[in-house]
């Protein structure tokens, strides 16, 4: 990951890329499934402080240094009303920990700087102030406000380089104005990330334990709402109101196939799942699912295999004549160099159980196409799509 600056105010930079030299080091992109996030590196163990709405409810996640080495993680601790996620590296990432302030409580008008990285991009320098500190409450730290938008997850620190504490989105906690950021104080996490201050050994086996910010009860992340108090769970990708019907259809088919809806959301209508055609099968169809934004179209679409490198006439003359003779209700399309096999079906007394039919007869029928393509004309199976 290279540096790239994105000022914000008249601040000085040159001084604020001094202080921060050093913690640039301790960055950490996130990738948890399809959502990708900021990290940092927060204790000398190697464990890494981010925001849970920006990485979802994963188990596994995979993580980027600064100086371009990935290593599996897994998030072991959680604090959802705090938004606060603890991810252990698989092996000690060897970067120094970011250094807390003793007194994280901010300053109306302080200048901080912002460090983040996403997957596969550059790192990036905000420099911006404080423009709003909430009123303590029950003698807790109180979130503040930056005037700039930062991504989920990523550290505020200040002039010396020190954390204040890191991007989030607090149960009940709104921005005051639109493009600035909430941030959660160092001191509000610090208990949840003492837990974490033991070697990665006896890190590697926990799970998180998802508790509801209003009643504090556990819950099981397919759920939409807490079984103790009734309320509306916060998920990286909340369900909408006006689909709750369609989307507890699409939830409990995708149970039946035995996989948690909340965890492949990837998108506010859109899940991304891998399943296999028989149980035995080495390799997972990648399934986009989607409905429209009135929730009465459903769109499956999964990767079959990359154009091949010759012979390209008869090879869409075949597609065609599979299309007339042998799809039924599922459609084999091109999109660029890749061959998809995709279906659209009406919501309309649609079940739990038509859910589950369609999504594993589409998986069945693209594990069909991709050998026989393969096998005919030496197209390259394609098992995740190159196109998302």
């Given at each position: 990951?290279?540096?790239?600056?994105?000022?914000?105010?008249?601040?000085?930079?040159?001084?604020?890329?001094?202080?921060?030299?050093?913690?640039?080091?301790s960055?950490?992109?996130?990738?948890?499934?399809?959502?990708?996030?900021?990290?940092?590196?927060?204790?000398?163990?190697?464990?890494?402080?981010?925001?849970?709405?920006?990485?979802?409810?994963?188990?596994?996640?995979?993580?980027?240094?600064?100086?371009?080495?990935?290593?599996?993680?897994?998030?072991?601790?959680?604090?959802?009303g705090?938004?606060?996620?603890?991810?252990a590296?698989?092996?000690?990432?060897?970067?120094?920990?970011?250094?807390?302030r003793?007194?994280?409580?901010?300053?109306?008008?302080?200048?901080?700087?912002?460090?983040?990285?996403?997957?596969?991009?550059?790192?990036?320098?905000?420099?911006?102030?404080?423009?709003?500190?909430?009123?303590?409450?029950d003698?807790?730290?109180?979130?503040?406000?930056?005037?700039?938008?930062?991504?989920?997850?990523?550290?505020?620190?200040?002039?010396?380089?020190?954390?204040?504490g890191?991007?989030?989105?607090?149960?009940g906690?709104a921005?005051?104005l639109?493009?600035?950021?909430?941030?959660?104080?160092?001191?509000?996490?610090?208990?949840?990330?003492?837990?974490?201050d033991?070697?990665?050994?006896?890190?590697?086996?926990?799970?998180?334990?998802?508790?509801?910010?209003?009643?504090?009860?556990?819950f099981?992340v397919?759920?939409?709402?807490?079984?103790?108090?009734?309320?509306l769970?916060p998920?990286?990708?909340?369900?909408?109101?006006?689909?709750?019907?369609?989307?507890?259809?699409?939830?409990?088919?995708?149970?039946a196939?035995?996989i948690?809806?909340?965890?492949a959301r990837?998108?506010?209508?859109t899940?991304r799942?891998?399943q296999?055609?028989?149980?035995?099968?080495?390799?997972?169809t990648?399934?986009?699912?989607?409905?429209?934004?009135?929730?009465?179209?459903?769109?499956?679409r999964?990767?079959?295999?990359?154009?091949?490198?010759?012979?390209?006439?008869?090879?869409?003359?075949?597609l065609?004549?599979?299309?007339?003779?042998?799809?039924?209700?599922?459609?084999?399309?091109?999109?660029?160099?890749?061959?998809s096999?995709?279906?659209?079906?009406?919501?309309?007394?649609?079940?739990d159980?038509?859910?589950?039919?369609?999504?594993?007869?589409?998986?069945?029928?693209?594990?069909?196409?991709?050998?026989?393509?393969?096998?005919?004309?030496?197209?390259?199976?394609?098992?995740?799509?190159?196109?998302?």
């Open positions: 990951m290279t540096s790239q600056l994105a000022p914000h105010g008249d601040g000085d930079l040159a001084l604020l890329h001094e202080r921060v030299a050093r913690a640039r080091r960055i950490v992109a996130i990738r948890a499934g399809a959502l990708v996030t900021t990290g940092w590196v927060a204790l000398g163990n190697g464990v890494v402080v981010t925001s849970r709405r920006g990485l979802g409810y994963p188990t596994d996640v995979a993580l980027t240094l600064e100086d371009g080495r990935s290593m599996a993680g897994r998030a072991i601790a959680v604090d959802v705090r938004d606060v996620a603890i991810v590296p698989g092996e000690p990432p060897g970067v120094a920990a970011l250094a807390v003793a007194s994280a409580e901010p300053r109306l008008g302080e200048r901080v700087a912002v460090l983040s990285c996403l997957p596969g991009q550059s790192l990036r320098l905000a420099v911006a102030r404080v423009c709003h500190v909430a009123r303590k409450v003698g807790q730290l109180p979130a503040f406000e930056l005037d700039v938008a930062a991504p989920l997850g990523a550290p505020v620190l200040d002039p010396e380089g020190r954390v204040l890191v991007v989030a989105a607090p149960s906690v921005g005051e639109p493009g600035h950021s909430v941030v959660l104080p160092a001191g509000s996490f610090q208990p949840l990330l003492a837990s974490a033991r070697p990665l050994v006896e890190l590697r086996e926990r799970a998180p334990v998802y508790r509801c910010p209003a009643c504090d009860e556990p099981d397919e759920s939409d709402r807490c079984l103790g108090c009734g309320r769970l998920h990286a990708f909340a369900p909408a109101p006006a689909r709750a019907g369609v989307e507890r259809v699409i939830r409990q088919g995708l149970s196939l035995g948690i809806a909340n965890r990837v998108g506010p209508r899940w799942i891998a296999r055609p028989f149980p035995a099968a080495e390799t997972a990648q399934v986009d699912v989607e409905i429209d934004e009135a929730g009465r179209l459903l769109t499956l999964a990767p079959v295999v990359g154009l091949p490198a010759a012979n390209h006439e008869p090879f869409y003359r075949f065609l004549t599979m299309n007339d003779q042998t799809t039924g209700e599922f459609r084999v399309s091109i999109t660029g160099d890749e061959v096999v995709s279906c659209v079906a009406s919501l309309e007394g649609f079940s159980h038509d859910a589950a039919l369609l999504i594993d007869g589409l998986v069945q029928m693209a594990d069909e196409y991709r050998r026989t393509l393969a096998e005919t004309f030496e197209a390259a199976p394609r098992f995740e799509s190159a196109l998302r």
